[in-house]
């Protein structure tokens, strides 16, 4: 498979739009109860929030959460739009604790919220939204729904904690790389899905296809994710790149890199992707590594292999424009690489 | 109302252990969930969590819950031990967060996890037994429990965030503190007696009555804890004496002797709680001054006000042992200054 059979830029690049053209009237419910609902007499927080929450995010996880319970034929909205906006506080919690975690400086090209109210605000506020996520659920009625999402926040949590833990170690297996992006970003696209489904009383069947699109969609983004923050395939250094490198994570395409260089290459990784031993000018050389060993390409293989599964699992259900909507998503999502 | 007046040391020394007896089958159940649901691929999660749970707490909150729930009748108790322990998990995560957010080194007489493990890891692990916790509620199949736990934990973010925004403020009005001690101390007691009850199927005149038992027991426990950090009464400088007076915490005693004080003493008050002006010499003179102006002695007048509210909730209720034991516990709590 070549890059450029699989690529329709056409139709992909307004694959996002046309879901959220789609779904407009459902957005509008989402973002308004993501503002009032973090709402609080103590003003850091819908300040805090407010900043991170219309910070330019996609929220992609909201709707792909609204066009799977629509999918699924939901009459009753107003519970998904509780649902969308939980899942979208449980990703805002995850991003201001992980600033903190990864001592980000930047997040969605702004300031990390935790440079300007500190880090005690950050990981207080996320945790006022997570909890908030979960009063939210409550209101949609359905004890599954809750099931879902806090064992998905579970499997976040060790994701991130393994993650921690594997700092350093250069010649993490992939398979273990893999485990981690699907702990701690592919869990949530799955239960975004499988609980827009449950949401909206799908049954059995659409209810785990729609599980595995989620799932195999958030793979896919966490692999183009990674492999974008070494420039891709065309290796344009913007304001995006590098924040991987500087924070010393070992991603896919750094073990694929590492793995097919010489002893030289290795000893550059190691030197490189240690906090004590980096220097700015490394970020060069390391994009170099991994377009000349083809290890971005390759990551970008792989995410396409994920989102094959994450289509054909959309093939068994009934034809809708939700349905082709989602496939095209799952297009976008490899294809917002070039 | 004076000291003596008002202690029973024979009863209520006591009164922990009288609970604790009354509930042992209870309470084995909660611990043994408290280990089997910190299990986790990811060793430093079981390590991390398994350090903090077992490191002496008194298990204070899930105690609560059982005997709020024997206390009106339950007999299916499994659901009540999967909430007993969702509720300490829901305080071992903010104790966590708060280790990070205080900056403290020490927790519970041991070193805090974050000195072991690190920030992150202690941000992270928090956020993996607050996601547990609310499976654990799931399996209690009861919505309004996760309803009230979800509330206190939101309330809990805003209480701390509110400290947090407080910092420095030395003229704090005492309306404020007790606003800051009800949501970060007192929410998680009302719902820990709120929800034993809803779990035990209670009416909703005992739900109201273990609500304001819990409630104000918990302000009681803190504004007891608040006045203890500075030796109460005593005045024996122990190693639990002072992390608050480090920390710049602004907590009652400190208002109110700041507030009886002459312009030395509130030019005292002012550079000895800022973290740049402090020196570690300056805990003596702050504990001297919290006794002579009668702080110490009116934090714990002020604690033994809400515990008579507590007992008096209590008195509206059928007559049972665990009546009787949550009431001794009430005693205790202010008590155990003594």
């Known amino acids: 498979m070549t890059l450029e059979a699989n690529t329709k830029p056409a139709k992909t690049a307004g694959a996002f739009q046309t879901l959220s053209n789609l779904l407009s ?27 991170i929450v219309s910070a330019g995010g996609k929220r992609l996880r909201p709707l792909i959460t609204l066009a799977v319970a629509r999918a699924c034929g939901a009459t009753d909205m107003e519970p998904v739009h509780c649902l969308a906006t939980a899942v979208e506080f449980i990703h805002t919690a995850t991003l201001l604790h992980d600033d ?31 909890a908030r996520a979960f009063t939210l659920m409550v209101e949609t009625g359905r004890l599954p729904v809750l099931d879902i999402l806090s064992n998905a926040s579970t499997v976040i949590a060790e994701g991130e904690v393994h993650q921690l833990a594997v700092q ?6 992939t398979e273990d790389y893999l485990s981690i992006i699907e702990a701690k970003t592919a869990a949530l696209f799955e239960a975004a899905a499988r609980s827009g489904a449950v ?5 059995d069947d659409a209810i785990a296809a729609f599980a595995t699109y989620g799932k195999n969609l958030g793979l896919a983004f966490q692999l183009v994710d990674d492999a974008l923050d070494y420039g891709g395939t065309t290796a344009v250094i913007g304001k995006s ?4 490198f500087r924070e010393c994570k070992i991603t896919l395409p750094v073990v694929i890199a590492r793995r097919r260089g010489n002893a030289e290459d290795k000893a550059f990784w190691d030197r490189a992707l240690n906090p004590d031993t980096q220097k ?10 991994i377009r000349s060993t083809g290890a971005a390409e ?26 082709d909507a989602l496939a095209d998503l799952a297009d976008f999502c490899v294809e917002r690489a070039y």
């Not at 957005?27 to 805090?48: D, K, Y």
């Not at 350093?168 to 297996?173: A, C, E, M, Q, T």
């Not at 700015?280 to 170099?288: C, G, N, Q, S, Y």
């Open 25 to 51: 009237e459902d957005v509008a419910a989402v973002e308004a109860l993501l503002e009032s609902r973090s709402a609080s007499p103590v003003s850091v927080i819908p300040n805090l929030s407010g900043y």
């Open 100 to 130: 903190v975690v990864d001592e980000s400086d930047l997040r969605r090209g702004k300031q990390a919220a935790k440079n300007i109210w500190g880090n005690s605000a950050s990981i207080l506020v996320g945790d006022f939204l997570f």
């Open 168 to 173: 350093g170690r250069l010649d993490l297996p």
């Open 199 to 203: 949401c909206a009383d799908a049954d």
């Open 241 to 244: 790149v590098g924040d991987d």
């Open 280 to 289: 700015d000018e490394d970020l060069t050389h390391a994009i170099h590594l």
């Open 298 to 323: 390759d990551t970008f293989a792989e995410a396409r292999s994920y989102i094959a599964i994450a289509k054909k699992a959309m093939k068994a259900l009934p034809p809708s424009e939700f349905i």
